[in-house]
């Protein structure tokens, strides 16, 4: 089982320059999807987000925008950030930097985008510190489970919800494994917090470390 949100105590591992959360007073909330773009599942997303006015952050799969170009369009087209999450979807913990590294780059020729987030949370130290070079490491602050078949949609809400305050990034899934949760959660998550006046934006100028001068966010 996995844990809704990531205890400070496992943060301290990275370094600092790993973005966990948005330091904000404002009532504002950072989603996040990541593994698409997919045919049965993103443009589902974009029309959810669209009856809140919501943006937010995608962190594709680099195979996945090459085998759906036109769900990458779309989403690019309604102005939400891009992100790069592996052309491989690769776990770091079990692939030399090399060859990691190479993943990434060949994902970012296809998204050019300097946010970065690795699949299933799967960083050393080492990868964050030499990939700081030219990509900003976005993890999060709540963890949806959307793509967890043990856990119900209704848990899956109230834990994300429990969760969530000013400046929390959430993970949520544009896989068909999550659609069952994720089609349940995101509309109720969405009108949960839009009641209480919160924002949904995307990370674009957000980070606390600013990117490489020669570069803007997607």
């Known amino acids: 089982?996995?844990?809704?949100?990531?205890?400070?105590?496992?943060?301290?591992?990275?370094?600092?320059?790993?973005?966990?959360?948005?330091?904000?007073?404002?009532?504002?909330?950072?989603?996040?999807?990541?593994d698409g773009p997919i045919p049965e599942v993103t443009p589902l997303i974009l029309k959810t987000l669209d009856e809140y006015d919501a943006k937010a952050t995608f962190f594709f799969v680099g195979d996945n925008v090459r085998k759906h170009p036109e769900e990458f369009r779309m989403?690019?087209?309604?102005?939400?950030?891009?992100?790069?999450?592996?052309?491989?979807?690769?776990?770091?913990?079990?692939?030399?930097?090399?060859?990691?590294?190479?993943?990434?780059?060949?994902?970012h020729d296809l998204v050019p985008s300097p946010l970065f987030r690795p699949p299933h949370g799967q960083i050393t130290p080492l990868m964050a510190r030499m990939l700081y070079q030219n990509y900003r490491v976005v993890m999060w602050s709540v963890l949806s489970m959307d793509f967890d078949k043990r856990v119900s949609p209704y848990k899956c809400l109230q834990h994300s919800i429990a969760n969530t305050h000013n400046g929390s990034i959430i993970v949520f899934h544009d896989s068909i494994k999550a659609r069952p949760r994720m089609e349940y959660v995101l509309p109720r998550y969405l009108e949960h917090f839009s009641k209480l006046?919160?924002?949904?934006?995307?990370?674009?100028?957000q980070l606390k470390y600013p990117l490489p001068h020669d570069q803007e966010p997607a």
């Open 1 to 34: 089982m996995y844990v809704a949100t990531m205890p400070y105590i496992l943060r301290t591992f990275l370094p600092s320059s790993v973005t966990w959360e948005i330091e904000t007073a404002e009532k504002e909330i950072f989603l996040t999807f990541d």
């Open 75 to 107: 989403v690019a087209e309604k102005g939400h950030a891009l992100g790069n999450h592996t052309f491989n979807h690769l776990r770091g913990w079990t692939t030399s930097f090399p060859r990691y590294h190479e993943n990434v780059n060949k994902c």
């Open 197 to 205: 006046g919160y924002k949904f934006k995307a990370l674009n100028g």
